[in-house]
C-alpha cells in the first residue's frame, strides 16, 4: 500500500444508516488533497460515508508504515460529531504520535469545546489549502507551527488564535484530483428531475464560494465562519477544470457546489460562453435565489444559452410559503416570485428543486400550512418539479435567529461532544423535537416531517428490489393524499416504519 503524510476524513453523519443513495465525494478534502499533492505532499482522502467499515480502513492506512502519517484531518458538521470524535480517539489511542486537526463548520464555531476535550491538537479556521499544507511542513520539518495562520491551539488552558488567512484565490487552486480518493465509488449515478431520470458519469465542481446574502437562519450570517465573501473563478478556469475533468475520467455530468451561482450576471454569461466555444458536452445542476431573475442576475434569453450548455436542473431554497415568515427571515423575496421561477424554469424545459423550512421560532401552523400549500401548486406546473422538506429547523450560534431561540426561548447548545452527538436523532438526522420549545404542536411537525419524505422521495432514482420499490410507491401515494388534504390521523404506517427504523439503525 502507498504510503501518506496526511489523511484527510470524512466522517459519517449521525442519520447514517437512513442514508441509502450513492453518496457525494467530499469536494473540500478533495480540493486540500490536491493543493497538497500539487506542492509534493502525499495526501488520501478517507471518505467514511462510503465505506462499509470505516474503522478498518482507518487501521489500514494507519498501519501501513507506522510513523509515516503526520496529520489526520476532519472535516466536521454538527451532525459528523459522534463519528469524528471516535475516529479521534482511536488515532489518540493507537498513533499518539499523529497530530489532529478538524476543520469544518462545528469546530470553526466551538474550537475551545473541541480542542480542551481531547480530540484534536489544532483547530482550522477557514480554508484549508494553505494551512495543511503549511502546518504539515512544520511538522515535518521540525518548524514552529505556532506561526501557520488560521490555526487554534491551546497554550495551557488558554485559546490561542494565529490570526486569519488571507481568502484563497481561485483560480490559482489545482483543479480537484479524483485519483486522491477510491472515485468508482461516486462516479455511476442516477440524477433526476422531478420524474425524470437518467443515468451519468457524475463529477463535482466548484465555480464560486461564499454568499453575500442576509439569512438570519443562516450559518454564513456568523461573522466566524465569514472567510473573505464572495468569489468566482474565472470562466476560463472553470472551463479548463471542467475539460480536465470530462477526458480524465469520463464524465458527462456536474454538480456545482456553489451556494450560489447567480451572484454576478457576468459569472453564468462567461460561463456559457467559454463552455460553447469549446464545444464541451455535459450536463450540469447549480443553485440560484428565486428573485434572481427580478435582480436581473439571469433572464430568459441566458437561461436558454445555459440550457444549450447542459443546464439540467437548478435548486432554489424557497424556506416558506408563508411572507410573514420569509420577511422574519430575511430572505428578501416574497412567495410570488418563489411561484414566478418555477414557472419560468419549466417554461425552458428545465428541473428544479425548491426546499423548505419549518419549525422555525414563531411560525404557527397556518404558516406551515401556507408551506405545504405553496409545494403543492409548485408541483402542478410541471414533472419536472420536486422538493426538499420542509425540514425541519435547527439554530446555529451567530445568526438574529439563533439569539431569538437563545433569549426569548431559552434554548441552549450542548456544551460537550458527547451532548452534540446525542443532540441529533439518529433515525431522523434533526434535533429533537422536545427540546425545540417555541414549536408549539410537536405532533404535528412530526407527521408533516415523517409524510412529506415520501412525498419527495424520487424513487426511480434508487436501485430499490420490487418489493420495497412496491411499498415506497404505496406510501408515496398515501403521503401525498394526507398532505395535500392535511390528514393527519390514523398513523400506524408512521409507527411501524419508525420502530423498524429504530430495529434495523446502525450505530
Avoid at 457546489?257 to 460562453?273: G, I, Q, S, T, W
Wanted: charged share 25%.
Amino acid at each position: 500500500m502507498k504510503t501518506y503524510e496526511c489523511l484527510l476524513i470524512n466522517p459519517r453523519s449521525a442519520y447514517f444508516s437512513i442514508q441509502k443513495a450513492i453518496p457525494y465525494p467530499p469536494a473540500s478534502l478533495l480540493s486540500i488533497a490536491s493543493f497538497l499533492e500539487r506542492a509534493g505532499a502525499r495526501s488520501f482522502v478517507l471518505d467514511m460515508v462510503a465505506e462499509e467499515e470505516p474503522l478498518e480502513v482507518l487501521k489500514k492506512h494507519l498501519a501501513a508504515e507506522p510513523g509515516r502519517v503526520l496529520l489526520a484531518g476532519f472535516t466536521v458538521m454538527t451532525t459528523q460529531v459522534r463519528h469524528a470524535a471516535e475516529m479521534s480517539k482511536y488515532i489518540r489511542d493507537r498513533h499518539p504520535g499523529v497530530k489532529i486537526i478538524w476543520g469544518g463548520i462545528h469546530p470553526s464555531l466551538f474550537p475551545a469545546e473541541v480542542l480542551r476535550e481531547g480530540f484534536a491538537d489544532f483547530i482550522c479556521s477557514g480554508e484549508g489549502e494553505y494551512t495543511a499544507l503549511e502546518l504539515l511542513s512544520a511538522l515535518k520539518n521540525g518548524t514552529d507551527w505556532r506561526q501557520v495562520k488560521g490555526l487554534y491551539f491551546l497554550s495551557g488552558d488558554e485559546l490561542v488564535f494565529t490570526g486569519r488567512r488571507k481568502p484563497n484565490d481561485l483560480n490559482s487552486l489545482p483543479f480537484l484530483n479524483f485519483h486522491l480518493v477510491d472515485y468508482s465509488k461516486y462516479r455511476k449515478r442516477t440524477v433526476g428531475r422531478g420524474r425524470e431520470t437518467m443515468d451519468v458519469n457524475s463529477g463535482v465542481v466548484i465555480s464560486s464560494v461564499g454568499c453575500p446574502y442576509r439569512c438570519t437562519f443562516c450559518v454564513n450570517v456568523n461573522k466566524r465562519l465569514a472567510f473573505g465573501g464572495y468569489r468566482t473563478k474565472s470562466a476560463a478556469r472553470l472551463a479548463d477544470e471542467i475539460e480536465y475533468l470530462v477526458k480524465e475520467f469520463d464524465l458527462n455530468y456536474f454538480d456545482f457546489l456553489d451556494e450560489n451561482f447567480f451572484v454576478k450576471r457576468d459569472h453564468p454569461e462567461n460561463f456559457a460562453l467559454e463552455i460553447k466555444k469549446r464545444g464541451l458536452k455535459f450536463n450540469w445542476y447549480t443553485s440560484m435565489r428565486a428573485d434572481a431573475f427580478d435582480r436581473k442576475l439571469i433572464d430568459e434569453p441566458l437561461l436558454e444559452k445555459l440550457k444549450n450548455i447542459g443546464l439540467y436542473y437548478l435548486s432554489i431554497g424557497a424556506e416558506s410559503g408563508s411572507q410573514r415568515i420569509l420577511d422574519k427571515l430575511k430572505k428578501d423575496l416574497t412567495v410570488d416570485q418563489i411561484v414566478r421561477s418555477a414557472r419560468t424554469i419549466v417554461k425552458h424545459g428545465l428541473g428544479v428543486t425548491f426546499s423548505f423550512m419549518m419549525g422555525l421560532p414563531g411560525e404557527e401552523q397556518g404558516d406551515t400550512g401556507a408551506t405545504l400549500q405553496l409545494i403543492q401548486k409548485l408541483r402542478s406546473f410541471d414533472d419536472k418539479v420536486s422538493i426538499i422538506g420542509p425540514q425541519i429547523f435547527r439554530p446555529y450560534p451567530g445568526g438574529e435567529l439563533y439569539d431569538e431561540c437563545v433569549e426569548k426561548y431559552g434554548y441552549t447548545t450542548p456544551k460537550n461532544i458527547a451532548k452534540w452527538a446525542e443532540s441529533v436523532n439518529p433515525l431522523t438526522g434533526f434535533e429533537d423535537l422536545e427540546k425545540l420549545s417555541w414549536i408549539p404542536d410537536k405532533d404535528f411537525i412530526r407527521k408533516v416531517s415523517f409524510y412529506i419524505d415520501f412525498v419527495n422521495i424520487n424513487i426511480d432514482a434508487f436501485h430499490f428490489g420490487p418489493v420495497k420499490r412496491l411499498a415506497f410507491r404505496v406510501l408515496k401515494a398515501t403521503s401525498n393524499f394526507r398532505i395535500r388534504h392535511q390528514f393527519w390521523g390514523f398513523n400506524l404506517d408512521m409507527s411501524l416504519i419508525m420502530a423498524y427504523k429504530k430495529l434495523t439503525h446502525k450505530t
